[in-house]
């Protein structure tokens, strides 16, 4: 089908961004499907591996959770890259419609979720100081019993200097922690203030754990006070990702109605002639 210089830029645009998009999602899918089916391999490979940053993941519940979660993620994207690359190639009008509606619902929901968490601030907070002591009381456990909670808590508190939800009292009811701990540890070491690289969690006092105070930890320091002062310092930077994210967004959606439009009208030209 002849398609106008207009249309043909469009068609090219599309293909390009979402082979990438394609490629990445299958990539993702892959490796994620790969960890959830074989997680050994990847056991042998953070257990030989010298870096002590990826031992925190060797373990199977880690593994097997965020497997999850990136076989979703990867699949969307997969899916969107299809539909966005073999609808421009073949000049579907099915699969860029398909496409087009898809991007539509993730830039409405994107949209509502912003608009609702600035309008409902208050509940938003109080929402977020719910579902991390939920996490924290429920899932939260030692360094030697981790979870994927457990491992996100550490690396939460680890780089944000801070210790559970409002201080180290939320502690007393992570009944993981509390069953698996020592008698005499009072804090994870997580929340202490650490030497070298913070996901190591080499605490720079080695009593800390066990005695902490204001000087070698950061057990009054909540990580909700902390997430709510990383979010206004990042806030520019995270409304500038967001709007490019947003006219990304729209433009593909306008280029892949504008071809369905052109590929409509070249198919209503080739049955006239």
């Known amino acids: 089908m002849a398609l106008d210089c207009g249309t043909a830029f469009a068609k090219y645009l599309l293909c390009f961004f979402n082979f990438i998009f394609f490629a990445a999602g299958g990539l993702v899918l892959a490796l994620s499907i790969w960890l959830a089916v074989d997680n050994t391999s990847f056991l042998l490979l953070t257990r030989v591996s010298d870096n002590e940053s990826l031992q925190q993941f060797n373990q199977p519940s880690v593994m097997e959770h965020g497997a999850y979660v990136l076989i979703v993620a990867g699949g969307l994207v997969f899916l969107i890259g299809f539909l966005g690359c073999c609808g421009a190639a073949m000049e579907s009008r099915a699969l860029l419609t398909m496409y087009g509606l898809m991007i539509i619902v993730i830039f409405i929901l994107e949209v509502t979720g912003g608009a609702l968490a600035a309008v409902y601030k208050t509940e938003a907070k109080e929402e977020l ?3 991390l002591k939920h996490t924290l009381k429920h899932y939260y456990s030692t360094h030697d019993q981790a979870n ?3 491992v996100a808590w550490n690396a939460l508190m680890g780089q944000l200097k801070c210790c559970g939800v409002n201080n180290y009292t939320d502690f007393q009811q992570a009944a993981l922690w509390q069953a698996n701990k020592s008698s005499d540890i009072l804090i994870p070491r997580a929340c202490c203030v650490l030497e070298g690289d913070p996901i190591k969690f080499y605490p720079l006092d080695p009593s800390c754990p066990s005695s902490p105070n204001q000087d070698n930890s950061y057990y009054l320091t909540g990580c909700l006070s902390r ?8 806030l520019t930077p995270m409304l500038s990702v967001a709007i490019c994210l947003g006219t990304l967004q729209l433009i593909l959606i306008t280029l892949s109605f504008y071809m369905c439009r ?3 009208k070249a ?5 006239v002639d």
């Open 129 to 131: 100081q719910n579902f």
């Open 148 to 150: 994927s909670v457990t």
């Open 227 to 234: 997430l709510q002062e990383n979010t206004f310092y990042y």
């Open 262 to 264: 052109a590929i409509s």
């Open 267 to 271: 198919l209503k030209v080739a049955t």
